[in-house]
C-alpha cells in the first residue's frame, strides 16, 4: 500500500518543489526590487546634493550681485553729487558775476558821488565868487552889515537861479 503513496508524495514533492520555486522567485523578486530602490535613493541623494550646491552657488551669486548693486549706488550717488557740484559751481560763477557787477556799479557810484561832490564845491565856489564880484559892482562894503548883505545875497542868489 506504500507504493500508491508514493504517487501521492510524489506529487507533494513537485507542489513542494514548485513552492519552493516560487518563493526563490518572489526571493530575487524583491532583492531586485530592493536594489532597484538602492539605485533610485542613490541618483535622487545625487540630484539632491547637486541641488544643494546648485543652491550654495546660487546664494553665493546673490551676495556678489547684492555687493555689485551695493557699489552700483554708491557710483550713483558719486555722479548725482558730481552733477550737484557741477551746477553749484555754475551758480557761484553767475552768483561771482553778479557781485563783480554790483562792486563796478557801486565804485561808478562813488566815482560820480566825487565827482558830483566836486561839481557841487565847484558851483559854490562859482556861486560865492559871482556873489563877490555883484557885491562890488554894486558897491557894497565887505564889512556892512549883515542884514542889507544877506537881503542882497537873498536877491542874487535868486536872480542867478533864474538865470
Not at 72 to 98: G, W
Request: without cysteine; aromatic residues 2%; glycine residues 2%.
Amino acid at each position: 500500500m506504500h507504493l500508491v503513496a508514493s504517487d501521492e508524495d510524489s506529487n507533494k514533492d513537485q507542489e513542494l518543489a514548485e513552492a519552493l520555486q516560487t518563493v526563490k522567485d518572489q526571493i530575487v523578486a524583491k532583492a531586485n526590487e530592493i536594489k532597484a530602490e538602492k539605485k533610485w535613493v542613490r541618483e535622487v541623494t545625487k540630484i539632491i546634493e547637486a541641488y544643494v550646491k546648485k543652491v550654495r552657488r546660487v546664494n553665493a551669486n546673490i551676495r556678489n550681485l547684492q555687493k555689485d548693486i551695493k557699489s552700483l549706488f554708491r557710483k550713483k550717488k558719486q555722479i548725482e553729487n558730481m552733477i550737484v557740484q557741477r551746477k553749484l559751481e555754475k551758480k557761484l560763477r553767475v552768483a561771482q558775476e553778479d557781485m563783480k557787477t554790483i562792486k563796478s556799479a557801486l565804485k561808478n557810484v562813488k566815482i560820480k558821488e566825487t565827482a558830483f561832490s566836486k561839481s557841487k564845491t565847484s558851483i559854490q565856489d562859482t556861486i560865492a565868487t559871482m556873489q563877490k564880484a555883484l557885491s562890488k559892482l554894486r558897491g557894497e562894503a565887505k564889512g556892512s552889515s549883515s542884514s542889507s548883505g544877506s537881503s542882497s545875497r537873498s536877491s542874487s542868489a535868486s536872480e542867478s537861479s533864474s538865470r
